[in-house]
């Protein structure tokens, strides 16, 4: 078991169908259950006196672009503590990751630990009607499929695509970029200039290339 407030509520969509937005306009749920809570009565020992208070506990929720760069669960010792202990995920339905390629992936890397053997204290928990185990073990792929979503294959064909064209620098050429960044001072102006005489020298060369 762990403390409400070190639990953190993910949700895959900034704009779900169904939305409630609170005094807080980062708090987005999907929809609202409403859960009826009784108001609690407590009597002193003595009998004299009593209070009467809601058993509410202060949680948080936000979207997981929001989450990112920030990680729930413990952590090796003498490293900083993650703020929070454990969170709790609704993926949505498959066909929104597909649309969203690395959105899941995002969420479950935010865990620093997905628990032990016995599947016990995990870092992350999942909740929502559209989640399965196959969702985090097929991550990226298509829903009964074994093929990437098309988004993904683009993206890979877009990395190879850089790498084929990528030459690599010699160490002693590198140096010397380096060494150029550091004592070389560039105004925006004269940064703009560079720019816009470049660009126009590439549109020049491709009209001729055209006209040929």
């Given at each position: 078991?762990?403390?409400?407030?070190?639990?953190?509520?993910?949700?895959?969509?900034?704009?779900?169908?169904?939305?409630?937005?609170?005094?807080?306009?980062?708090?987005?749920?999907?929809?609202?259950?409403?859960?009826?809570?009784?108001?609690?009565?407590?009597?002193?020992?003595?009998?004299?006196?009593?209070?009467?208070?809601?058993?509410?506990?202060?949680?948080?929720?936000?979207?997981?672009?929001?989450f990112q760069g920030l990680s729930a669960g413990p952590v090796d010792l003498g490293k900083?503590?993650?703020?929070?202990?454990?969170?709790?995920?609704?993926?949505?339905?498959?066909?929104?990751?597909?649309?969203?390629?690395?959105?899941?992936?995002?969420?479950?890397?935010?865990?620093?630990?997905?628990?032990?053997?016995?599947?016990?204290?995990?870092?992350?928990?999942?909740?929502?009607?559209?989640?399965?185990?196959?969702?985090?073990?097929?991550?990226?792929?298509?829903?009964?499929?074994?093929?990437?979503?098309?988004?993904?294959?683009?993206?890979?064909?877009?990395?190879?695509?850089?790498?084929?064209?990528?030459?690599?620098?010699?160490?002693?050429?590198?140096?010397?970029?380096?060494?150029?960044?550091?004592?070389?001072?560039?105004?925006?102006?004269?940064?703009?200039?560079?720019?816009?005489?470049?660009t126009s020298s590439r549109a020049t060369k491709k009209?001729?290339?055209?006209?040929?």
């Amino acid at each position: 078991m762990v403390a409400a407030d070190s639990v953190f509520y993910l949700f895959m969509s900034d704009t779900p169908k169904k939305r409630t937005r609170f005094s807080n306009p980062n708090l987005i749920l999907h929809s609202i259950q409403p859960i009826p809570i009784p108001v609690l009565n407590v009597t002193c020992n003595m009998g004299c006196c009593g209070r009467s208070y809601l058993p509410l506990t202060l949680a948080y929720a936000r979207t997981i672009h929001k989450f990112q760069g920030l990680s729930a669960g413990p952590v090796d010792l003498g490293k900083i503590a993650n703020m929070y202990d454990c969170i709790v995920c609704d993926p949505d339905q498959k066909r929104f990751e597909g649309t969203n390629i690395g959105l899941l992936y995002t969420a479950v890397s935010r865990a620093t630990t997905l628990g032990d053997s016995a599947g016990l204290n995990s870092a992350i928990y999942f909740k929502g009607e559209h989640f399965k185990g196959s969702r985090i073990r097929q991550i990226g792929k298509k829903a009964h499929s074994i093929c990437d979503y098309e988004d993904i294959v683009r993206r890979k064909r877009w990395v190879a695509h850089l790498k084929e064209r990528t030459k690599p620098i010699k160490l002693k050429k590198n140096t010397e970029i380096l060494d150029w960044s550091k004592k070389t001072r560039i105004t925006y102006t004269t940064l703009a200039q560079r720019t816009a005489n470049y660009t126009s020298s590439r549109a020049t060369k491709k009209r001729k290339r055209t006209a040929i």
